[in-house]
Structures are given as C-alpha cells and as structure tokens.
C-alpha cells in the first residue's frame, strides 16, 4: 500500500512530461506554419497547444500559449480575436513589464485602427527593450510607432520616432536599419516644416556617413536614390546630383530602381539649370521605363525631356518630346499631367509661329482640366488667358495681306502639311 502513491505520481510525471511535449510540438509547428505563410494550419496548432496547456493547470504555460495564439489572430488579420488571446497572456501589472507582449498588444490595436493606443504601447515595448539591451527591437519598435504616427500625418512624432529607431539600431550595429530610418526621418521632417534646414541636412549627412559599412547593393541604391531626393526638395540641387550619380552604379543591375535614379537624376539636372547633361539622362529614364511598361513613369520623362530641349532652344525636338508625354498621360489617364503638357507643347509651337496648333493645345488643356476633381478656377483662368492671347495672335498672323503674300503663305502652308 505504500508504493502506490509513488506510482500514482510516476504516471502523472509521465503523463505531464508527454502533454507538455505535445505542446512544445504544436508550438514549434505554428511557427513553422506562421513562417510559411499557413496561418490557418498555425492558428489550429496554437489552439490544441493552448487547450493541452489548461489541462496541466500550469498558468505560466497556458500564457505562454495564450499570447502565440493572440500573436497568430494578429498576423492572419483577426485582430479582435488577437487582442482577446493578448490580455489573457499575462493578467496584471506584469503584463507592462513584457515588452514581447506589449509589442504584439500594439501590432492588435494597429489593425484594428486604434492608432494612438499602438503607439503607446510601441513605445512602452521599445523602453522595455532599451531597457534588457535589446537595440534591434528597440528600433523595430520605434519604426513601427513612426508608421502610426506618419498614417495619421504627425510628421514630427513620425520623425522623432525613426530618428530613435536609427540610434537603436547603430547601438545594434545595424548600419543598414539605422540609414534606412534616417533617410525617412528626413523625408517627414520636410513634410512637418517644423524642422529647420540645417537639423534636415544634418540628418542626411548622417545618413550618407553610414553608406561605407553597407554592401546590399539594393539598399545602398534606394538609400542614395532617397538622400537626393530629400536634398531635391530642400533645393540643394547640387548635393542632389552627387547623391543620385552615387547611385548609378548599385542600381546598374536593378532595372526599376535605375529607371528611378535616371529619372531623378535627370530632374535634379533640370532644376539646376544643366540641361545639356540632363538630356542623356531623361532618353535613358524614357527607354527603361518603356521596357518595363511603366506608361505614366515613361511620359514624366519625356516631359521633363521636353523642357530640357526647350531651354537648349531646340524646340522641335522639345515638341516631340511633349507629344510623346502626352500620348503618355492620356493612355494613364493623368489629366492633371495632361493639362501642364498641353500647355508646355502650346508654347513650344508658339514659339515656332504655329498658332493654331498652340490654339488646339490650349483648348484640350481645357477640356483634360475638366476631368480633374480638384482643380481651381485660377487654373482655368490661366488657360483661357493664354488661350486668349494665342487666339489674337493666329488673327494677326492669319490677317488681310496683298494677294501676292497670300499665295506664297498658301504655299508654305501646303509644304508644311506633307511634312
């Protein structure tokens, strides 16, 4: 009789040392399915995992399957359900202290559209990971509390929150992490106008100070790519260059990412008034876009090409050039792009004497305006203006002259049509 509590306890050792390895087994399996993009087969693993939990009566191991379960809801988009498995993960004041939880608490409220309480709680997990040495996570956590703030427009806390992701991540020695986050802190910091130029290029400078400990050439050419674009928009159009010419040759073997740089590149050459360079760029932008089947990118190109020619004084080719864009934009259906094109390519003929062409130009301007939702009456003004004034001009070209004159005009009109 007194061997028998002894059995007794052997099978229930037993039997709890095999319940317990069915759910590390379920477990590692949810895992495998989560990473395998199989949610479906991952929630179904993490439930029989939770439901063996409660049988051991063991509360640290029925949270431990209650917040991988909550975890999965979160990712195969059920967030509610998510939220639920979270909160009963670890009830009480030492959920605030499990920065694992707190993370996948604000991932649930995210989803859910309750940006305010996600960045909370990304911020209580990102001191939390500071906290146990943690930078990698730290900074994950702050780039996802940026992005809360960013959908809601709060370019300064988007900001502030990737410039503390960048310092979590060069404590990590993540170069790569810590550049990316710098270059969007900079991109919101233009956005918020509550930054100052010189803390903005400070930040960029920052940025291309990490390039020489990074060796993706894809990242190394979206970073460049995005550096120039910023300083584009701060009008420093000659670092502009030097960042997107940087750029060039990490993103020789990636077809789209190199359209991109041609394409800035060509732009920042515009803007700072080099148009014999900009030239080459905007033809090799135009031919990689078209491709790649990218119409709308391909027609920017010609546009931007056609002002190029036109400031280098070659206005047929600026001519064409705008006729291609604007094929371009009509078959995207880009009426505002359409509009500008119509009125670049009117005053190119202008300029060539051909009125009535530039008449019919400003009249299909008027027409693509209509077609834009949020058009102003001053841009309309501006094209019946200009309308106006080319009107006037065709009835002074077209006005009463000797016979003789008007032959000849007859003549030279013919000869201009065949061609």
């Not at 999965?72 to 359900?81: C, F, L, M, S, T």
């Not at 780039?143 to 310092?167: F, H, I, N, P």
């Not at 993540?174 to 106008?193: G, V």
């Not at 070659?314 to 371009?328: K, M, N, T, V």
């Amino acid at each position: 009789m007194a061997t028998a509590p002894g059995k007794d306890e052997v099978k229930l050792k037993k039997k709890r040392k095999k319940r317990m390895k069915d759910i590390e087994e379920l477990t590692s399996a949810g895992h495998r399915a989560l990473q395998d993009g199989r949610s479906e087969h991952a929630l179904s693993c993490f439930n029989s995992a939770l439901k063996a939990a409660a049988q051991l009566q063991d509360s640290r191991v029925v949270g431990a399957c209650s917040f991988n379960l909550g975890a999965a809801y979160v990712e195969a988009e059920q967030p509610e359900k998510g939220l639920d498995f979270l909160r009963q993960a670890q009830p009480g004041p030492k959920a605030d202290r499990l920065p694992d939880l707190q993370f996948n608490l604000a991932l649930a409220h995210n989803a859910l559209g309750q940006r305010r309480e996600a960045a909370a709680y990304f911020l209580q997990a990102a001191q939390l990971y500071r906290s146990q040495g943690d930078g990698r996570s730290e900074g994950d956590a702050c780039m996802e509390m940026s992005r809360c703030y960013s959908t809601d427009k709060d370019w300064v806390l988007a900001a502030q929150s990737l410039l503390r992701a960048a310092e979590s991540y060069r404590v990590a020695a993540m170069s790569d992490s810590a550049a990316a986050a710098l270059k969007e802190a900079a991109s919101h910091m233009i956005q918020s106008d509550q930054f100052s130029r010189d803390d903005i290029i400070s930040v960029l400078t920052e940025c291309l100070s990490l390039t020489d400990s990074i060796t993706d050439p894809r990242i190394l050419g979206e970073l460049y790519l995005c550096v120039g674009v910023s300083y584009c928009r701060l009008r420093c159009f000659q670092e502009a260059v030097a960042c997107l010419q940087r750029a060039l040759s990490p993103a020789a073997q990636q077809p789209p990412l190199l359209a991109r740089v041609l394409h800035n590149l060509g732009a920042a050459l515009n803007s700072a008034g080099r148009f014999p360079a900009a030239v080459g760029y905007h033809r090799l932008a135009a031919g990689l876009y078209g491709s790649l089947g990218c119409r709308g990118d391909q027609a920017r190109c010609f546009s931007n090409l056609g002002y190029a020619c036109s400031q280098l004084g070659d206005e047929e080719e600026a001519a064409e050039s705008f006729i291609l864009a604007l094929q371009g934009f009509r078959d995207t259906e880009d009426h505002l792009s359409e509009v500008q094109v119509c009125e670049s390519l009117a005053e190119c003929y202008l300029k060539q004497r051909k009125q009535q062409k530039a008449v019919q130009l400003y009249k299909q301007a008027l027409k693509a305006l209509s077609h834009c939702q949020d058009s102003s009456g001053s841009a309309r003004d501006h094209l019946v203006e200009r309308l106006t004034a080319a009107l006037q001009q065709s009835l002074q070209t077209h006005s009463w002259r000797p016979q003789a004159d008007r032959k000849q005009q007859s003549i030279v009109g013919q000869q201009e049509a065949s061609l």
